[in-house]
């Protein structure tokens, strides 16, 4: 239990009252003797137990503690734990109440817990009937003193395993950190520097800026360190600037425990060895320096001959050749057995030698016998009488950029095989639904209407897929286009619903939805939206078994618009939900199900949803249970626009004047049929050539021209015909396969009005036409 803390003005316990006074006057008269402003020495007072009574400016210094921080406490506190554990501090309170005076020296700990090395005195108080009243100590700290006569006797200790008279040497030893410990004549000598000017400095100052800047000072110890030896040649600096050629020998100095204690160096001027390639031994130690760290590309130096002088890390990685394998071999090695036949590596450096430096590709062939395909660069090295001394090669590994070239170029040659095969399947498509158009009109019986219905039912599916799979395409390639007008999605989900309720009725289904109390506004592109909910229901019917039913739900969710389709079909398994929206991913089934489709419906949708900054999720509880899925979308305040007056279409049309341009005699003859049974005058021409002849005689208010014409394409047909100064109220109309925004601005560029994808909307053309 600790003493209680005695004041110099406080009463104390009775049974204590005279020990106490006296303490406190013997307190008094310490401290009046003691300069208070004392900041070297730690000075307190402690009590008969060793609790501390007071605290000078020292002490707070030295120890680190504030005089309310220490004051009460026991003197331990100040002691490392190994000396409390063997009760050291009070054993020399003992041994100064039994001698009056205690002094010692040892480890002390302040109250950050950083150690120093202190000289303590601590002597006894005592009444003058002998009775003791506690102690004064005074505590000094000698760290620095000690570090110093440490690092003296260390030195001195090493300088006795030395020579002392070499001078031709310069002898000196090192710290495990490369401090200067000691120093002979012969280092005087050669580097310049008195004893007193180094000892205590890093070695690294003999060192010219490129090394220390590379940190070779560093290396050359470590190396030093793992194989206990190291020799080097290099470069050195003497004090006054200027540089010596040096032969240097580094031994690490290890105790009989393997502990590393110091280092010593041996350093030797070599004049008589400075020769004219000391320069290119320079660039040499310097494109080491440089490299060593180098790891994504091989870096060596080859001597004149080829031979391989140097290896960096980035090279044992990219050619798999150790250091021990690689170094005195022939370049020629890296080289394919063809490449070699055919004397390329001569060539290459043959190239270098004659132009300074030599860039190629080709392949390069690793140590397991492996090639790969990589760009290397070789840059002849000269002296300064212009003789060649040797090369630097770099080698860089191109397989990741091969692999990325390819897998770009296999994308664009996928994405542009899909745009050409939606471009040659829309054009059987086009004839295939003119011709149903005027059956629909001409047809009677119920069993020509009933061919009618299917084919246009089967060629509208068609046409579909095929605008599907060009959308898949758009998009992978980061060319869809998004609109963004302001919509009110509650509109949009009711048109999709609306155009959906026939063909949910054909197969028995019931289609409900509810749409959100108040519109819900959002900035977006009105068709992108509808294809995206005609996917969702074409797939709920699709999947879901005859008089089943299928829900649509419409709300808000906080700033999101939230669009749910529900069915009760077949569902799907936990695996499928992982890989729903993945392109060209089917359920089971896929190959018996008459409408299986591309599995590429649920792409599009997370795709589009996406680029309109929202989110979709699929849920279902296994096969059997239905599924739902869950469109969400950012709102916004702005309101729709007003819709522009629609235009006139079908029977009220006026007749016109049409000239059809297209060399596909089937889809220009039945749209033209078409056309006729609609009552316009309709001329059909096969190419440009005879549509500019035609359209000079007929003069046509409306001219419907297909743009992968023979010869002459349509866009020269149309700049041709916007010549000519009557067709200034003449529409043209392009008819192609192509509908992305390249193609619409080419039209728009060559004088087209209107832009219709093959096949043709026979409702929307009448729209135009009229």
Known sequence: MADPVPSLTANT??????????????????????????????????????????????????????????????????????????????????????????????????????????????S??????????????????????????????????????????????????????????????????????????????????????????????????????T???????????????????????????????????????????????????????????????????????????????????????????????????????????????HDQSSGRPTVELAAATQAGAFRAEGWRQRADGTSFWAEVSTTALFDDAKRLQGFVQIVRDLTERQRVEALENEGRRISEFIALLSHELRNPLAPIQNAVAVLGKVAHSPEIKWCVDVIGRQAAHMK???????????????????????????????????????????????????????????VGDAMRLNQVLVNLLVNAMKFTPPNGRIQVNVEKRGAAACVQVIDNGIGMSESLLRHAFEPFVQGPG??????????????????????????????????????????????????????????????NVPPKKVLIVDDNRDSADSLALLLRIEGHEVHVAGDGAEALAQAERLQPHVVVLDIGLPKMDGYEVARRLRRLRWTHDVRLIAVTGYGQHDDLRASSDAGFEHHLIKPIDPAELARIIG
């Open 13 to 122: 316990a009775a049974s204590d009252d005279t020990g106490f006074a006296a303490l406190q006057q013997a307190g008094d008269q310490i401290f009046r003797r003691l300069v208070d402003s004392v900041v070297d020495y730690a000075i307190f007072v402690l009590s008969p137990r060793g609790n501390i009574v007071s605290w000078n400016a020292g002490a707070q210094r030295i120890k680190g503690y504030a005089a309310s921080e220490a004051i009460g406490r026991h003197v331990s506190m100040f002691y490392t734990p190994e000396a409390v554990a063997t009760g050291w501090p009070d054993e020399e309170l003992r041994r100064a109440a039994e001698d009056g005076r205690f002094e010692d020296e040892g480890w002390r700990v302040r109250k950050d817990g950083s150690r120093f090395w202190a000289n303590v005195i601590i």
């Open 124 to 225: 006894s108080i005592v009444e003058p009937n002998g009775r003791l009243v506690g102690f004064s100590k005074v505590t000094r700290d000698l760290t620095e003193r000690r570090e110093h006569e440490k690092r003296l006797e260390e030195s001195e200790r090493n300088l006795r395993q030395l020579v002392e008279g070499v001078q031709d040497y310069a002898i000196f030893t090192l710290d495990p950190n490369g401090i200067i410990t000691s120093w002979n004549l012969g280092a005087e000598r050669i580097k310049g520097y008195t004893p007193a000017e180094a000892i205590g400095k890093h070695f690294s100052m003999l060192y010219p800026p490129q090394a220390i800047d590379a940190r070779w000072p560093q290396e050359e110890l470590q190396r030093a360190k």
């Open 227 to 337: 194989f206990g030896r190291f020799e080097d040649e290099g470069w050195r600096v003497r004090k006054d600037g200027t540089r010596i050629w040096a032969n240097v020998v580094i031994t690490a100095i290890v105790d009989h425990h393997g502990t590393l204690l110091g280092y010593s160096t041996g350093t030797r001027d070599l004049p008589e060895r400075r020769r004219p390639e000391d320069e290119l031994r320079e660039r040499e130690r310097n494109f080491r320096l440089l490299v060593d760290s180098v790891k994504d590309h091989a870096m060596f130096l080859l001597d004149r001959n080829g031979r391989i002088h140097t290896w960096n890390v980035g090279a044992q990685r990219v050619l798999g050749y150790s250091p021990e394998d690689a170094l005195g071999r022939d370049v020629f090695t890296l080289y394919t057995e």
């Open 464 to 522: 579909r897929l095929v605008d599907d799979l060009l959308d898949v395409s758009r998009i992978t390639s980061g060319k869809i286009r998004i609109d963004q007008e302001p919509l009110d999605l509650n509109a949009v989900v009711g048109m999709a619903v609306d155009a959906m309720r026939g063909t949910a009725a054909k197969r028995g289904h019931t289609l409900a939805w509810h749409p959100a109390a108040q519109p819900l506004m959002l």
């Open 590 to 651: 896929a190959l018996d199900r008459p409408e299986g489709g591309l599995g590429i419906g649920l792409t599009l949708v997370k795709s589009i949803v996406e680029l309109h900054g929202g989110s979709v999720s699929v849920a279902s509880r296994g096969p059997g249970h239905g599924t739902t899925i869950t469109l969400s979308l950012p709102l916004t305040s702005e309101g729709p626009k007003a819709e522009a007056p629609s235009a006139q279409t079908g029977s």
